[in-house]
């Protein structure tokens, strides 16, 4: 579960890394001098992350091991990866590389990365037995870092986006009768839904309850 919150993690630093450019150029990327100044919305999203999953250091040192959050190059090959192809992958692979085609696989990866970020996060919770009264604040405020992280400088993607890009990509598969997830679980799910919409989408407290 955590090399699934440290995978999600990879593809927003190295997106946002991209985008902070301003040129889709890949050789311009620097991603060391992209979290540089970051370094203290980095450590409290991390932070976040440990309290979450209740990881061990052990569990956190993946992180460094998996290396996304040390200088590095971003090839074309990697936004690929983290947008799934979902844009097209040209006959010429030299066109991976054009800026439009960068940019295009930046915004569909912005997406799927922070919504499996959130898939991560609450799998995570649940599996260490952090209720969502108690998690839902801390995934939030890990929301709202790694959506800066992933669009630097732009109004773009919010934690309320996420949620609700999550909530329809995610839940129906594993809430629909014939899920293999157990009662437990699905209820957990329920209640992280209903605190996200409440802390996310503004509602006033007590005005959403997950049906369990």
Same mark, same amino acid.
């Not at 889709?24 to 991390?46: I, N, Y």
């Not at 692979?93 to 996060?121: S, W």
């Not at 959506?147 to 329809?168: E, F, K, N, S, Y």
């Given at each position: 579960?955590?090399?699934?919150?440290?995978?999600?993690?990879?593809?927003?630093?190295?997106?946002?890394?991209?985008?902070?450019?301003?040129?889709?150029?890949?050789?311009?990327?620097?991603?060391?001098?992209?979290?540089?100044?970051?370094?203290?919305?980095?450590?409290?999203?991390?932070?976040?992350?440990?309290?979450?999953?209740?990881?061990?250091?052990?569990?956190?040192?993946?992180?460094?091991? =998996?290396?996304?959050?040390?200088?590095?190059?971003?090839?074309?090959?990697?936004? =690929? !990866?983290?947008?799934?192809?979902?844009?097209?992958?040209?006959?010429?692979?030299? $066109?991976?590389?054009?800026?439009? !085609?960068?940019?295009?696989?930046?915004?569909?990866?912005?997406?799927?990365?922070?919504?499996?970020? =959130?898939?991560?996060?609450?799998?995570? /919770?649940?599996?260490?037995?952090?209720?969502?009264?108690?998690?839902? /604040?801390?995934?939030?405020?890990?929301?709202?870092?790694?959506?800066?992280?992933?669009?630097?400088?732009?109004?773009?993607?919010?934690?309320?986006?996420?949620?609700?890009?999550?909530?329809?990509?995610?839940?129906?598969?594993? =809430?629909?009768?014939?899920?293999?997830?157990?009662?437990?679980?699905?209820?957990?799910?329920?209640?992280?839904?209903? &605190?996200?919409? $409440?802390?996310?989408?503004? &509602?006033?407290?007590?005005?959403?309850?997950?049906?369990?």
């Amino acid at each position: 579960m955590a090399r699934a919150v440290f995978a999600a993690l990879g593809g927003i630093v190295e997106i946002g890394t991209v985008r902070s450019t301003g040129t889709w150029l890949l050789p311009d990327v620097s991603v060391e001098a992209f979290l540089e100044p970051r370094q203290q919305d980095l450590g409290r999203l991390m932070e976040g992350v440990r309290v979450v999953g209740r990881f061990s250091g052990e569990v956190m040192a993946i992180a460094d091991e =998996l290396g996304y959050l040390a200088d590095h190059e971003v090839p074309a090959a990697s936004l =690929l !990866l983290w947008s799934e192809g979902i844009a097209g992958v040209p006959e010429a692979p030299e $066109r991976l590389e054009e800026p439009a !085609l960068v940019r295009r696989m930046c915004r569909i990866g912005a997406d799927l990365q922070l919504t499996r970020l =959130l898939q991560a996060l609450v799998t995570a /919770a649940l599996a260490a037995g952090t209720e969502s009264g108690e998690g839902v /604040a801390g995934i939030a405020e890990i929301l709202r870092v790694a959506c800066d992280l992933v669009d630097p400088g732009r109004a773009g993607i919010t934690p309320a986006d996420v949620h609700r890009i999550w909530r329809v990509a995610h839940l129906p598969a594993i =809430l629909r009768t014939a899920s293999d997830a157990p009662d437990w679980g699905k209820a957990g799910y329920r209640a992280y839904d209903a &605190e996200l919409e $409440r802390l996310l989408q503004g &509602e006033e407290p007590g005005a959403v309850r997950a049906c369990v």
